[in-house]
């Protein structure tokens, strides 16, 4: 039992450890493979990058790009290859365009309509509010107020 147990546990551990080990010729290449890889986005995975998906697909774009840098194409060349293949989305940092200005501009353009909203509804109930007619005691109250002035004299004050 032992014999085959341990021969099983080796190949589970090389099976889970599959993640290729890539070999470049300087570190200029290595650092630009670490900055295409943490600066992509899987297709697949929800905002996750090429560096910390286990997905088929982040593996296989990994691969691929350090093919690319092994070429020798340059970084405008991967990133342009890229995004022809999966669009801006593939890119933390899109391009600013027509499509991605809409959304820079959607949350302020927003938060202005909700704060002109807001004032022209709190100006509107200030003049409903000063447009209210009185209750018959504030009219009474009033009526006392206005004999009082007229006649010159102060009149007693109604207990409430």
């Known amino acids: 039992m032992h014999k085959l147990l341990i021969p099983l546990l080796i190949f589970f551990a090389s099976v889970c450890s599959a993640e290729a080990i890539y070999q470049f010729d300087s570190e200029v290449d290595e650092s630009r493979f670490n900055a295409f890889i943490n600066e992509m986005r899987c297709p697949t995975c929800q905002s996750q990058n090429l560096a910390g998906s286990d997905s088929m697909i982040a593996q296989d774009l990994r691969r691929d790009i350090y093919e690319q840098i092994q070429d020798g194409r340059s970084d405008k060349e991967i990133t342009d290859n890229m995004v022809a293949r999966y669009g801006d989305y593939i890119l933390y940092r899109p391009p600013l365009t ?18 002109v909203a807001i004032i022209l509804l709190v100006r509107k109930r200030r003049a409903e509010q000063l447009e209210q007619p009185l209750d018959s005691r504030e009219q009474a109250k009033l009526d006392q107020l206005l004999k009082s002035s007229a006649t010159g004299k102060p009149q007693e004050q109604p207990h409430e």
């Open 98 to 115: 027509g499509a991605t200005l809409v959304l820079w501009a959607a949350p302020i353009v927003l938060l202005i309509i909700a704060i």
